[in-house]
């Protein structure tokens, strides 16, 4: 149900979130979801913290490197940008909403655990970058390759 959630969100907004859209999109009775996630706000904020762990799963088998971090970024906003503007959607729909907003810093505190090694400071710096080149590069007519996206990354990342 939280794959079909992220599906309706991708096609429709957030706005377009309902026990009978997400139930219609995941083949299920409605009653299925009302019986599983009562609210809309249970149904979103499970699906902010089961996006945000597999994006988390995702970025942590990639090697930290610039060109690694560079094609997932690339990946993210050109074949994936459907799911990543999707999350990206909850995401910010969560600073409205102060009960998802634990859910939607879920995605940072699973980042610390890759990149655990990192300065306090350059880790805040670093996720705030690839939120914002994840943000540009939706909103960008052509979304940007991974050879554009590396020297910036390149510029984030503190030497290892």
Do not use: C, N
Not at 11 to 22: D, K, L, N, Q, T
Not at 30 to 46: E, G, P, R, W
Not at 121 to 144: E, R, T
Request: proline fraction near 8%; aromatic fraction near 8%; hydrophobic fraction near 50%.
């Amino acid at each position: 149900m939280l794959a079909a959630t992220l599906r309706v969100i991708e096609r429709e907004g957030v706005s377009g979130v309902s026990h009978r859209s997400v139930a219609r999109e995941a083949d299920v009775p409605v009653s299925s979801t009302a019986y599983y996630y009562s609210t809309l706000d249970d149904l979103l904020i499970a699906t902010l913290k089961w996006s945000a762990s597999e994006m988390a799963v995702a970025f942590g088998s990639v090697s930290p490197t610039p060109s690694s971090v560079a094609r997932f970024l690339a990946d993210a906003v050109g074949p994936h940008r459907g799911r990543t503007l999707a999350e990206y959607e909850l995401y910010l729909f969560a600073a409205r909403r102060p009960e998802l907003r634990p859910a939607a810093r879920r995605w940072i505190t699973l980042l610390s655990s890759v990149f655990g090694t990192m300065q306090p400071a350059a880790f805040l710096g670093f996720v705030a970058a690839l939120d914002g080149l994840l943000i540009q590069g939706l909103i960008a007519d052509f979304p940007p390759t991974a050879e554009q996206l590396e020297p910036v990354v390149s510029l984030l990342m503190p030497p290892r």
